[in-house]
């Protein structure tokens, strides 16, 4: 019998290797637990059946032919709502994207075809992310699998909350500030954001384009590296995607070079207003690498206290210029007016969400004649500091520990209000959107029936093998 529940990426292959079910029929199950459990959860905008059982065909007839079938052949994924995959929905969870159908492949989604992935449909997330809910989605709000009474975080809480229900094997999502790693710590999943360039983003809606970057939810580590290694790599149609080869280390990792690694551990991630639980459970992670005989040392990185000025500043004005490309005209429904100025007011003014005319407004400001110098350009300079105290940092250390988020995850309705204390959820992850740097998010052990906690791993630039690596020999310590 297939117990969704314990299907990995890993598990999957080797089962639809050694013919214990068919590819079809693993789709199936998936389809028929999706139809009942999504209505508690409401992680999925839309759904995929005949695209996904038609691929799932495809990979059996291969695997009946005797055929090689690739690394990815057959896995039912789940894809947030701003990837496009040619022929589905792709609405950013806007209403001004509601009736957009995507005419070509992201980068990411060409790569996964290639390995032999099924889509089971597109996930919910807040408007063009711009969250840390998915309470600010135009069409649902998603809820926390271990407790519908909370939010899966956000932006990507859709995906977070696929993987974590067994409604899917693995997701992609986009991180720009936390959105990745902020709900695979509330959903209790592996969430991973790889270093700045690493995956296309191609055929990604962007919100903001120096700080966005696609990342991968999965069960455990190992799928995560796996995952990661099939979409890395250069795409020609992204000026800002490296030609970085990534080596067998990935997926292979050699964990007498991992026990090597010093870890540090900065003062500045533990502050005041951090819930009490949050810093024993990550305190608790640093013992057990101690050990493990891994060196642990505390470090310093003075600038962290600006990074939620800095994020604010930049992300903004970025999502303005991003977000001008919807005027009404080309995307969702067009008001009926003689005047230029009165259709854009209605069409943005009925298309866009509140979180999205906030980031706008903002953005604009911080850009506009006057303040250029005093807010963005400033903001610029402090971020190359940021960067500085991380390059300083990895002089001594190899890895840095961190908790992921200040709190557990929160009541529904608690901060949708309150745009300050959600924009907080971020303060330990937006830093590494400003330095570009890979981090993951990976679930405490032994928390039992508690509510999840994540620590997250935080690596040089090109070096995800160092946190994947130190994850695992976590995960199977």
Same mark, same amino acid.
């Given at each position: 019998?297939?117990?969704?529940?314990?299907?990995?990426?890993?598990?999957?292959?080797?089962?639809?290797?050694?013919?214990?079910?068919?590819?079809?029929?693993?789709?199936?199950?998936?389809?028929?637990?999706?139809?009942?459990?999504?209505?508690?959860?409401?992680?999925?905008?839309?759904?995929?059946?005949?695209?996904?059982?038609?691929?799932?065909?495809?990979?059996?007839?291969?695997?009946?032919?005797?055929?090689?079938?690739?690394?990815?052949?057959?896995?039912?994924?789940?894809?947030?709502?701003?990837?496009?995959?040619?022929?589905?929905?792709?609405?950013?969870?806007?209403?001004?994207?509601?009736?957009?159908?995507?005419?070509?492949?992201?980068?990411?989604?060409?790569?996964?075809?290639?390995?032999?992935?099924?889509?089971?449909?597109?996930?919910?997330?807040?408007?063009?992310?711009?969250?840390?809910?998915?309470?600010?989605?135009?069409?649902?709000?998603?809820?926390?699998?271990?407790?519908?009474?909370?939010?899966?975080?956000?932006?990507?809480?859709?995906?977070?909350?696929?993987?974590?229900?067994?409604?899917?094997?693995?997701?992609?999502?986009?991180?720009?500030?936390?959105?990745?790693?902020?709900?695979?710590?509330?959903?209790?999943?592996?969430?991973?954001?790889?270093?700045?360039?690493?995956?296309?983003?191609?055929?990604?809606?962007?919100?903001?384009?120096?700080?966005? &970057?696609?990342?991968?939810?999965?069960?455990?580590?190992?799928?995560?590296?796996?995952?990661?290694?099939?979409?890395?790599?250069?795409?020609?149609?992204?000026?800002?995607?490296?030609?970085?080869?990534?080596?067998?280390?990935?997926?292979?990792?050699?964990?007498?070079?991992?026990?090597?690694?010093?870890?540090?551990?900065?003062?500045?991630?533990?502050?005041?207003?951090?819930?009490?639980?949050?810093?024993?459970?990550?305190?608790?992670?640093?013992?057990?690498?101690?050990?493990?005989?891994?060196?642990?040392?505390?470090?310093?990185?003075?600038?962290?206290?600006?990074?939620?000025?800095?994020?604010?500043?930049?992300?903004?004005?970025?999502?303005?210029?991003?977000?001008?490309?919807?005027?009404?005209?080309?995307?969702?429904?067009?008001?009926?007016?003689?005047?230029?100025?009165?259709?854009?007011?209605?069409?943005?003014?009925?298309?866009?969400?509140?979180?999205?005319?906030?980031?706008?407004?903002?953005?604009?400001?911080?850009?506009?004649?006057?303040?250029?110098?005093?807010?963005?350009?400033?903001? &610029?300079?402090?971020?190359?500091?940021?960067?500085?105290?991380?390059?300083?940092?990895?002089?001594?250390?190899?890895?840095?520990?961190?908790?992921?988020?200040?709190?557990?995850?929160?009541?529904?309705?608690?901060?949708?209000?309150?745009?300050?204390?959600?924009?907080?959820?971020?303060?330990?992850?937006?830093?590494?959107?400003?330095?570009?740097?890979?981090?993951?998010?990976?679930?405490?052990?032994?928390?039992?029936?508690?509510?999840?906690?994540?620590?997250?791993?935080?690596?040089?630039?090109?070096?995800?093998?160092?946190?994947?690596?130190?994850?695992?020999?976590?995960?199977?310590?």
């Amino acid at each position: 019998m297939i117990k969704l529940e314990e299907l990995t990426i890993k598990k999957f292959r080797e089962g639809l290797a050694k013919k214990e079910f068919s590819a079809s029929e693993v789709a199936r199950l998936f389809f028929d637990y999706i139809e009942v459990k999504d209505k508690e959860i409401e992680a999925y905008l839309s759904l995929n059946r005949d695209g996904a059982l038609e691929r799932a065909r495809q990979i059996d007839a291969a695997v009946a032919s005797g055929k090689e079938i690739p690394s990815l052949a057959g896995v039912p994924m789940a894809i947030k709502d701003v990837i496009l995959i040619e022929g589905l929905p792709a609405t950013a969870a806007s209403k001004i994207l509601e009736k957009y159908v995507a005419a070509y492949d992201a980068g990411v989604i060409k790569k996964l075809k290639a390995a032999g992935a099924l889509f089971l449909g597109k996930t919910n997330l807040d408007e063009f992310a711009m969250g840390s809910s998915t309470e600010q989605s135009a069409f649902k709000v998603t809820r926390n699998p271990r407790d519908t009474s909370l939010v899966p975080g956000g932006s990507s809480g859709g995906s977070a909350a696929a993987v974590a229900a067994d409604m899917a094997v693995a997701a992609l999502g986009t991180d720009t500030g936390g959105s990745v790693r902020q709900p695979a710590a509330f959903c209790g999943v592996v969430g991973m954001k790889p270093t700045y360039g690493a995956i296309s983003r191609y055929g990604v809606i962007a919100m903001a384009s120096s700080l966005d &970057q696609v990342g991968t939810f999965s069960k455990t580590v190992e799928d995560a590296a796996i995952l990661f290694k099939e979409i890395a790599g250069h795409d020609p149609k992204d000026a800002t995607s490296a030609t970085v080869t990534y080596g067998d280390e990935l997926v292979n990792p050699d964990f007498h070079k991992i026990r090597e690694l010093t870890v540090g551990v900065p003062e500045e991630y533990f502050i005041e207003g951090t819930d009490a639980e949050i810093i024993s459970a990550v305190q608790g992670v640093m013992k057990e690498f101690e050990t493990l005989k891994i060196k642990v040392k505390k470090i310093h990185l003075p600038h962290t206290k600006y990074a939620l000025s800095v994020y604010y500043i930049v992300m903004p004005a970025e999502v303005s210029t991003n977000l001008a490309r919807y005027d009404g005209i080309r995307y969702g429904e067009r008001a009926k007016s003689e005047n230029l100025l009165d259709l854009y007011y209605q069409d943005r003014g009925n298309g866009l969400g509140l979180e999205p005319k906030r980031r706008s407004i903002l953005g604009t400001f911080v850009l506009s004649a006057g303040y250029y110098d005093a807010y963005y350009a400033k903001a &610029q300079r402090v971020r190359a500091l940021i960067k500085q105290d991380f390059d300083e940092a990895f002089l001594d250390v190899d890895v840095i520990l961190t908790p992921v988020t200040p709190t557990l995850p929160f009541k529904l309705g608690e901060k949708a209000s309150d745009p300050m204390q959600m924009y907080l959820s971020d303060i330990f992850t937006i830093t590494l959107n400003l330095a570009g740097l890979p981090g993951i998010s990976i679930p405490v052990k032994g928390r039992g029936d508690k509510l999840p906690i994540g620590f997250q791993l935080i690596g040089r630039p090109w070096h995800e093998a160092d946190i994947l690596g130190l994850g695992r020999y976590y995960e199977q310590s």
